[in-house]
Every structure is written in structure tokens, then in C-alpha cells.
């Protein structure tokens, strides 16, 4: 069993940035994919960013070149570095840990406005 916990969240204004923290309570092996998603109101969950247990990432085409993924696994920790935000960043963050079952955070609201 694995649970999530995102902090780093809040309010910015436009071309702010946030690092966005993910501690995980069991072990977070380099076997378990990593991700963040988000969630607009009224909108779908979608894929921001993942990161393999090789360290392979992939992102979104909107955060390309402006939001980085990377995992610490000693510290048991997946951040999400998002530089430039953007007005349609503003969602609810969550954290996703998979291996064999897909185990999800509680997110953490970002807001981007001025």
C-alpha cells in the first residue's frame, strides 16, 4: 500500500513559478512510473508529466520546456518544477504512483492569476 501526499501548492501570479512536492509513505522503488495530472473545473484529469524508474520523462505538448519532473527515490519524493505559469495551468494537482495498481494523492490546488 502506498500513500500520497502533495504540498507546494497556492496561489501565483502569471510567469511565477511553484515546485510542487509529492512524499510517498511506503517505498518508492525505481519500479513504480511516477506522474502528475491535473484537473480543471469542468474539465477532464489529463497527464502533465511522468518519469520512469530509468528516469525517462514525458510531458504534456502545454508544459513542454516549462514544467520538469524529477523523483529522489532515498527521500521517497516526485517534484514538479513549473516555471512560466500560465492563466489555463490553474488546476488540481495530484500525484499518481503505479506499479502493479495505480495509487493516488489527495492534490493540491494550484491558482494562476493577477
Known amino acids: 500500500q502506498v500513500q500520497l501526499v502533495e504540498s507546494g501548492g497556492g496561489l501565483v501570479q502569471p510567469g511565477g513559478s511553484l515546485r510542487l512536492s509529492c512524499v510517498a509513505s511506503?517505498?518508492?522503488?525505481?519500479?513504480?512510473?511516477m506522474g502528475w495530472y491535473r484537473q480543471a473545473p469542468g474539465k477532464q484529469r489529463e497527464l502533465v508529466a511522468v518519469i520512469s524508474g530509468g528516469d525517462n520523462t514525458n510531458y504534456a505538448d502545454s508544459v513542454k520546456g516549462r514544467f520538469t519532473i524529477s523523483r529522489d527515490n532515498t527521500k521517497n519524493t516526485v517534484y514538479l518544477q513549473m516555471n512560466n505559469l500560465k492563466p489555463e495551468d490553474t488546476a488540481v494537482y495530484y500525484c499518481q504512483a503505479t506499479l502493479t495498481k495505480a495509487y493516488w494523492g489527495q492534490g493540491t490546488q494550484v491558482t494562476v492569476s493577477s
Open positions: 511506503g517505498s518508492i522503488s525505481r519500479l513504480y512510473v
